[in-house]
């Protein structure tokens, strides 16, 4: 996950997010990787949300990370990787949420288990018709999926996440991603990021 997204999690969603939150109440925030591939995206979101939650206690959340290939939602599962599949990941939180192989001539580690607990696995073809398991979600990253499907289907899967995206919402796009916003409830608040505005109707 490229580095400004963290910042403008922190920075920009998170705290807007949690402002509505009473007094004494706590957010469970709901986050959904729509092509989570072998895992990345979602574990690099947990680590991310757990240092948030650290120092804001009101905080909870839940990761749903979907695709369509069980094999990568296997090794999604395992949370094991090269060691040099982690490199973008700062020191500070390998050093708090990577566990290294005992066999040092391995060279792998994997996600430890309070991340893991955070986050679920579930096959989804985003070309389904409904996606009956996916609930309401605040946060949906949808990053660089699109761009292999015809504008078409692109509008009709657009539709059907925004259908699980709750008003004032984010969505999140990959960077080679260029999408009509305007036929969206959607507003453009930063490039590749969306907030939902009104209600999904195709």
């Given at each position: 996950?490229?580095?400004?997204?963290?910042?403008?999690?922190?920075?920009?969603v998170?705290?807007?997010?949690?402002s509505?939150?009473?007094?004494?109440?706590?957010?469970?925030l709901?986050?959904?990787?729509?092509?989570?591939?072998?895992?990345?995206?979602?574990?690099t979101l947990?680590?991310?949300?757990?240092?948030?939650?650290?120092?804001?206690?009101?905080?909870?959340?839940?990761?749903?990370?979907?695709?369509?290939?069980?094999?990568?939602l296997?090794?999604?599962?395992?949370?094991?990787?090269a060691?040099?599949?982690?490199?973008p990941?700062p020191?500070?939180?390998?050093?708090k949420?990577l566990?290294?192989?005992?066999?040092?001539?391995?060279?792998?580690v994997?996600?430890?288990p309070?991340?893991?607990?955070?986050?679920?696995?579930?096959?989804?073809?985003?070309?389904?018709?409904?996606?009956t398991?996916?609930?309401?979600?605040?946060?949906?990253?949808?990053?660089?999926v699109?761009?292999?499907?015809?504008?078409?289907?692109?509008?009709?899967?657009?539709?059907?996440?925004?259908?699980?995206?709750?008003?004032?919402?984010?969505?999140?796009?990959?960077?080679?991603?260029?999408?009509?916003y305007?036929?969206?409830?959607?507003?453009?608040?930063?490039?590749?990021?969306?907030?939902?505005?009104?209600?999904?109707?195709?």
């Open positions: 996950m490229g580095s400004p997204i963290p910042i403008f999690l922190e920075k920009k998170l705290p807007e997010l949690l509505s939150v009473p007094t004494g109440g706590t957010k469970k709901s986050v959904w990787s729509a092509a989570c591939s072998r895992g990345h995206e979602p574990y947990a680590m991310v949300l757990f240092e948030y939650a650290a120092q804001h206690k009101n905080l909870d959340f839940s990761i749903l990370g979907t695709d369509i290939s069980t094999g990568v296997k090794v999604a599962q395992k949370a094991v990787y060691h040099e599949e982690i490199e990941v020191m500070m939180l390998r050093k949420y566990l290294r192989s005992k066999d040092r001539s391995k060279n792998m994997r996600i430890v309070q991340l893991r607990s955070k986050v679920r696995l579930l096959r989804l073809n985003l070309m389904n018709k409904h996606y398991a996916i609930e309401q979600m605040d946060i949906i990253f949808c990053r660089n699109m761009i292999y499907f015809e504008r078409e289907t692109q509008n009709q899967i657009m539709y059907k996440l925004l259908n699980h995206l709750k008003p004032g919402g984010y969505l999140f796009m990959g960077h080679s991603e260029v999408i009509q305007a036929q969206f409830p959607l507003k453009s608040v930063q490039s590749t990021i969306y907030q939902k505005v009104g209600n999904a109707k195709e």
